[in-house]
Every structure is written in C-alpha cells, then in structure tokens.
C-alpha cells in the first residue's frame, strides 16, 4: 500500500477535524513524509512527496501565499495542510483557484489542533509502510541476484500485492556523489510512487512497470533531469523489459553491463537502442567473448605494455573518425606519415588488413567487446 494524500486525509478527517478546500485532483500523489515549513524559500529544499503543514506565522498577505505554494509544488511537494487560526484566517479566492487549477491538494485544520498530534499521527503510517517496502524489497533483491532461485521470493511479492506476472523494466541509476546515494534514494522514492528503489553498491537499482521502449526512454531523461535541478549529475542505464518479476535478473544484468556505454555526452542508455551491443550483450557467453577479444586483440595490447606505446588508442580514435589518417594525426599532434607507420604495426601485430572490411569488423568488434569487460571484470 502506497501512502497517498487520498488515504491521509481520510484518516485525518474526523480525528483532526481536517477539511478538504480544494485540489482533489491530487489525491492520489504519495507522501513520503509530514513537515512544517513557514518560510517560503525553505520550500526549495524539499525532497519531494512531503505533506507540508503551514501556520503562517510569518504570513504577509495573498501575494506571499500564492509564492510559497508556487515554491512547494516546483519542489514536487504533495499538499499543503493550513493551520486556520490568528496568521491566516481565511484562504483567498485566488489561492484556492491556482490549487484547483494545478490540482494541489490544499487542506484546512483549526487553530485548536495541535500539530505536534497530527504530524505524529500521520508519520506513523508512512513509518509503517516503509518498513513494509523495506521488507519487500529485499524480496526483488534476492530475485534480482538468484535467478532460477527466486520462485518463494515471487509469491511472497505477490502477498504485498504485486503483480508479479506483469511486464517490468529495471533502470540503474548512478550518481557521480557516491556520498549522495541515499540522498538521490529517497528523493526517487518520493517522485515515482509506481517505483520500487533499491540501493545497490554505487547505484540506485530501480524496479518499474514496463510502459513501452519510448517511455522507458522519456523517463530515464526526466530522471536525469530531475537531479540535475538538485545539483546532482546522475547517469541511467535503461535495461530490456521482461514479461514477469521472476526474469528480472535478465534486465537487471543488461542494465548493468551497459555501465560501461554512458559517458558525459552520453548519460543515458537503454537496451533497444545500444545496436551491436545488444548482440553482445545477449550472444556468447563471456568466455567465448573474452577469447574472440584476445585472438584479435592481445597481441597489440602487450606490445602497448611492453613498449610503453599507444596504438590500441590510435587505432580506436582512427576507426571511430572514419578512418581518417589526417583527423588521427591532429588529433595526437604528429605528422600523418608517423600516422601511417602507426597503422602498418598494427596490422603487422594483429594480422589484420585494416582496408579489409572483415578484418576491421573483428577488430570493431572486439574493441567493443573491451568497453563491455571494461566494467564487468571489475564487477
């Protein structure tokens, strides 16, 4: 069960006297926890998914109010509860017209109620339901990390009410503040409800419904562009979907290997759209990969080794700026016939004849190959 402002409020109705001005619209946004904030500028430092509780002591007219509810819905808070009593003693028409309008939710308590009460009594539930969802997401945990193991920890799911025989799709997130990890957990926790946020070594491991490639898409940009307005670059990893909780693991190692692929201009990849990877990522097993890599790379990487040179750099820059001999020789500031001399020991090393479409396809290859084990021989 999600705690959502829909559910809060119904129990708040009666106990807390709580009443309902305007905003049903949002009913259904989670809560992720209860806070009082008077000043309008503390806002922006929301996580997201808070219920805000407000007296107004320091209220400064219709102006000021239509500000701070502007700040907490850009901060993605879930509602705002207004303490009536001697600072606000009414809510303007016009705050009330730009609630209904965005569908933020905006309650009314009277001044006799004490908010050290209801904040309590509602922060209960939410202690509640994270201890449920801490309970069951050591459940996808153990899906993600044993498949063909996992069939106890499917049913169990299926207990707290998850479909398990849905569609799913798992996005790995990680941030470039290894320290902020727990941070950018609950911050993801509050604004995705439909998501369930596990931390896993250096990455957020987030578990969704699959909505299609294109929205697998959409969402793993907003994400990124959602940290980036906390000051937080992240990088999202957008794994296959799969028809059931039980194959998670499949979109999960995806996600995983292709940790490799992002790079600054590249901070988001997904599964559908890596080309050649996905035959990779999906073909021989690791040994046969590993074994095709040093029939035809090997020998260049210990020449590199023993003579402190760099021609597995040159080739790479060489084939990925369409075999220009003029950009690699710019680019490594010599003159294009060392460039040439270069490229002679690579073939003579390797055996390759890189004017040769099938020897340069094996050597594409495996340099792919390399940028896939770079990450997973390390874990």
């Given at each position: 069960?999600?705690?959502?402002?829909?559910?809060?409020?119904?129990?708040?109705?009666?106990?807390?006297?709580?009443?309902?001005?305007?905003?049903?619209?949002?009913?259904?946004?989670?809560?992720?926890?209860?806070?009082?904030?008077?000043?309008?500028?503390?806002?922006?430092?929301?996580?997201?998914?808070?219920?805000?509780?407000?007296?107004?002591?320091?209220?400064?007219?219709?102006?000021?109010?239509?500000?701070?509810?502007?700040?907490?819905?850009?901060?993605?808070?879930?509602?705002?509860?207004?303490?009536?009593?001697?600072?606000?003693?009414?809510?303007?028409?016009?705050?009330?017209?730009?609630?209904?309008?965005?569908?933020?939710?905006?309650?009314?308590?009277?001044?006799?109620?004490?908010?050290?009460?209801?904040?309590?009594?509602?922060?209960?539930?939410?202690?509640?339901?994270?201890?449920?969802?801490?309970?069951?997401?050591?459940?996808?945990?153990?899906?993600?990390?044993?498949?063909?193991?996992?069939?106890?920890?499917?049913?169990?799911?299926?207990?707290?009410?998850?479909?398990?025989?849905?569609?799913?799709?798992?996005?790995?997130?990680?941030?470039?503040?290894?320290?902020?990890?727990?941070?950018?957990?609950?911050?993801?926790?509050?604004?995705?409800?439909?998501?369930?946020?596990?931390?896993?070594?250096?990455?957020?491991?987030?578990?969704?419904?699959?909505?299609?490639?294109?929205?697998?898409?959409?969402?793993?940009?907003?994400?990124?562009?959602?940290?980036?307005?906390?000051?937080?670059?992240?990088?999202?990893?957008?794994?296959?979907?799969?028809?059931?909780?039980?194959?998670?693991?499949?979109?999960?190692?995806?996600?995983?290997?292709?940790?490799?692929?992002?790079?600054?201009?590249?901070?988001?990849?997904?599964?559908?759209?890596?080309?050649?990877?996905?035959?990779?990522?999906?073909?021989?097993?690791?040994?046969?990969?590993?074994?095709?890599?040093?029939d035809t790379m090997k020998g260049l990487d210990e020449y590199d080794a023993a003579h402190h040179s760099s021609l597995v750099e040159t080739l790479e820059y060489y084939l990925s700026h369409r075999c220009s001999i003029k950009d690699t020789a710019v680019h490594e500031v010599v003159h294009r016939n060392t460039v040439l001399y270069k490229l002679n020991k690579i073939e003579t090393i390797t055996g390759k004849k890189l004017n040769e479409e099938e020897?340069?396809?094996?050597?594409?290859?495996?340099?792919?190959?390399?940028?896939?084990?770079?990450?997973?021989?390390?874990?």
């Open positions: 069960m999600v705690v959502t402002v829909g559910f809060l409020y119904a129990k708040s109705q009666k106990v807390y006297k709580m009443q309902c001005l305007t905003g049903t619209q949002g009913f259904d946004s989670r809560v992720s926890w209860i806070h009082i904030i008077e000043n309008k500028e503390s806002a922006l430092f929301l996580h997201g998914g808070e219920l805000v509780f407000c007296t107004g002591s320091i209220y400064n007219g219709e102006e000021w109010l239509l500000d701070y509810i502007k700040k907490l819905q850009k901060s993605r808070a879930s509602g705002l509860v207004i303490n009536i009593g001697p600072f606000i003693r009414s809510v303007p028409k016009s705050v009330a017209a730009f609630c209904e309008q965005r569908g933020f939710p905006l309650f009314l308590i009277p001044w006799s109620v004490r908010l050290v009460d209801i904040t309590r009594y509602l922060c209960q539930f939410i202690i509640e339901e994270e201890t449920r969802e801490q309970q069951f997401l050591q459940y996808f945990l153990f899906i993600l990390m044993h498949p063909g193991q996992c069939g106890n920890a499917c049913r169990a799911l299926r207990t707290y009410g998850i479909d398990i025989d849905k569609a799913f799709r798992v996005f790995v997130v990680r941030p470039a503040e290894r320290r902020r990890l727990d941070e950018a957990a609950a911050q993801m926790s509050a604004c995705e409800p439909d998501v369930h946020v596990l931390t896993y070594g250096d990455a957020l491991v987030c578990v969704a419904p699959d909505e299609g490639e294109s929205n697998a898409w959409s969402r793993a940009w907003e994400w990124r562009e959602y940290f980036l307005g906390r000051d937080l670059s992240v990088t999202v990893c957008v794994g296959s979907a799969v028809p059931s909780v039980e194959r998670l693991s499949e979109s999960y190692t995806r996600a995983s290997a292709m940790t490799a692929l992002v790079s600054e201009t590249r901070p988001v990849v997904q599964y559908e759209r890596v080309g050649v990877y996905k035959l990779l990522l999906d073909g021989p097993s690791p040994g046969t990969l590993r074994q095709f890599y040093d020897d340069k396809l094996d050597i594409l290859i495996a340099l792919k190959i390399k940028k896939l084990f770079s990450v997973q021989k390390d874990g």
